[in-house]
């Protein structure tokens, strides 16, 4: 039987199979609602996965230019369904903590996206009311 790669989760501080993350029919698990991506190659027993609860990694250096500007950019990633590429930063959410977000809006505004779901949530049940 393939053993299936190990990935680290963060809700559970353990390394989990993948299948914690994916779900599994036969192990009559559903997928996490944390997952956002994930990459498996089995045959290389290999699998890493982004999910909500993980924390950004930071160096000492990246945690103070992010205390001192209350940002730090990480980068230009570009999304499904995304014509080009957005620069993307790491920006400290009073409720979340660390979170990776990108410039939101006309006016590029920097938000919590787990706070913005969260409203949307809200919005969407004042809306079934
Ligand atoms: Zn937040």
Known sequence: MVEA????CPKEKRKVPIWWCLGSYTQGRNPCPELLEATVKIAEDYAEVKCKAQKPKMNLW???????????YIGHKTHEGWKGSLPHYIIECPVHGMVETYPHGYEGRL???RCQEEENEK???RAED
Not at 5 to 8: G, R
Not at 62 to 72: E, G
């Open 62 to 72: 990246q945690r103070l230019i992010l205390r001192l500007t209350d940002r730090l």
């Open 5 to 8: 790669p190990d990935v680290y």
């Open 123 to 125: 919005i969407d049940s």
């Open 111 to 113: 938000e919590c996206p």
